[in-house]
């Protein structure tokens, strides 16, 4: 089945920075890759989402990038503030095939000000 | 708009009790989804409905089970509880088994005394 990896466990940066956060994947057949970020003790909300047709994608000072060849997804956040704090977890699914999320471990994100 | 709606919010159940999760979708969805997540873990796939039918299954323990019913609302029994069951569930909603993006439910949070 398929297994995500999720890098780093936890980022620190300053505000303002930027912050990349890694995933990787083992099936090939995986064609769907959303980002999650969840607040403690709160449901995971989507921030963005790349399918696999598309290199990269981006929404304001959010973007993410994929690499099928190497099965590697990337998440972007440029200018970051205080309320970017949370933890982030990547996923990966076959949309054909009922999308069942299979997410990486999660980064703990923590934007000090 | 209409989110998904899962009840209770929190439920404190003993150690081989029952408990009874329930998930309304949001309005005209017909798949449901079930995730566990653990304290400080990333959420895992436990099972999923399109048309009332089960249409995958991830790590759900025998003790569990899920249905959905004719108003696309779906109800996870748990039996048996065990201490290992205390999580957060959460049940996801969407359009369609493919293709389409899930919503999440704000979760219910188990604990098991």
């Known amino acids: 089945g398929e297994n995500v990896e999720q890098h780093p466990s936890t980022l620190s940066v300053q505000e303002g920075d930027s912050a990349v956060i890694k995933c990787t994947y083992s099936?090939?057949?995986?064609?769907?890759f959303p980002w999650y970020k969840q607040e403690l003790g709160k449901r995971p909300q989507l921030i963005i989402d790349i399918r696999s047709n598309v290199g990269e994608k981006k929404d304001q000072r959010i973007a993410v990038t994929l690499n099928k060849t190497a099965k590697h997804f990337s998440l972007h956040i440029t200018e970051t503030q205080p309320e970017d704090s949370a933890v982030y977890f990547c996923?990966?699914?076959?949309?054909?095939?009922?999308?069942?999320?299979?997410f990486g471990a999660g980064t703990i994100l923590r934007v000090k000000s | 708009a209409a989110g998904v709606i899962q009840s209770p919010r929190h439920l404190i159940k003993e150690k081989r009790e029952t408990a009874t999760l329930k998930c309304y979708p949001i309005p005209r969805h017909d798949t449901v989804y079930w995730y566990q997540q653990g304290p400080g873990q990333d959420p895992q796939f436990l099972i999923s409905f399109y048309e009332k039918m089960q249409s995958d299954k991830g790590s759900i323990p025998d003790r569990f089970s899920a249905q959905q019913f004719s108003d696309y609302h779906s109800e996870l029994n748990m039996s048996s509880l065990e201490l290992g069951d205390s999580a957060l569930y959460f049940c996801a909603s969407s359009l369609g088994q493919s293709n389409t993006e899930a919503f999440f439910g704000q979760g219910t949070r188990l604990t098991v005394v």
């Open positions: 996923a990966a699914s076959i949309m054909e095939y009922g999308n069942k999320l299979v």
């Open positions: 099936d090939s057949a995986s064609n769907y």
